[in-house]
């Protein structure tokens, strides 16, 4: 049985400063930090590399998990830092927040690059960012309480 998304893993190329960026900036809580070493068979086997080694962390915020990956083996490619969304592959992650407005100001005032201010769409409000390699990020507001899309909405209605 599947029960839902445990986590969302990100390959960047400097550990720390996405560490820093995802904790210090969203408040995500590091659960977990370790490396590994060249010839550990199972991480091979799992990423279809004949030969890696790096560093691991796993961030926490609420219920949501992201999972950091720096690879010293082998040598990773970088990509496009501005690379559109409309390429093939994950597109982006999705942040639930209260008063877009502020997060979008005190975000961008710590550095983050958005594509544009927030803007409303229907009974919501959104808007993209960059993380610091280049991984977009959407803002997302509900401004409706009652909207079946709303997180808090689905939380209450089960319970």
């Given at each position: 049985?599947?029960?839902?998304?445990?986590?969302?893993?990100?390959?960047?190329?400097?550990?720390e400063?996405?560490?820093?960026?995802?904790?210090?900036?969203?408040?995500?809580?590091?659960?977990?930090?370790?490396?590994?070493?060249?010839?550990?068979?199972?991480?091979?086997?799992?990423?279809?590399?004949?030969?890696?080694?790096?560093?691991?962390?796993?961030?926490?915020?609420?219920?949501?998990?992201?999972?950091?990956?720096?690879f010293?083996?082998?040598?990773?490619?970088?990509?496009?830092p501005?690379?559109?969304?409309?390429?093939?592959?994950?597109?982006?992650?999705?942040?639930?927040?209260?008063?877009?407005?502020?997060?979008?100001?005190?975000?961008?005032?710590?550095?983050?690059?958005?594509?544009?201010?927030?803007?409303?769409?229907?009974?919501?409000?959104?808007?993209?960012?960059?993380?610091?390699?280049?991984n977009?990020?959407?803002?997302?507001?509900?401004?409706?309480?009652?909207?079946?899309?709303?997180?808090?909405?689905?939380?209450?209605?089960?319970?």
């Amino acid at each position: 049985m599947i029960r839902g998304i445990h986590h969302t893993a990100i390959s960047t190329a400097n550990l720390e400063r996405s560490i820093t960026f995802y904790r210090d900036l969203f408040g995500f809580e590091q659960i977990l930090d370790f490396d590994w070493p060249e010839g550990t068979a199972n991480m091979n086997a799992t990423h279809a590399l004949d030969e890696t080694a790096g560093r691991v962390v796993l961030l926490r915020l609420g219920n949501s998990m992201i999972e950091l990956f720096e690879f010293a083996t082998p040598t990773p490619r970088p990509v496009d830092p501005a690379r559109p969304l409309c390429d093939h592959g994950i597109t982006h992650f999705c942040m639930d927040v209260i008063d877009i407005d502020a997060e979008y100001e005190r975000l961008s005032a710590a550095g983050m690059v958005f594509h544009c201010p927030p803007v409303q769409n229907g009974e919501a409000k959104m808007t993209y960012g960059r993380d610091p390699d280049g991984n977009v990020i959407e803002l997302l507001e509900f401004l409706d309480a009652d909207d079946p899309l709303n997180l808090d909405h689905a939380t209450h209605a089960v319970g």
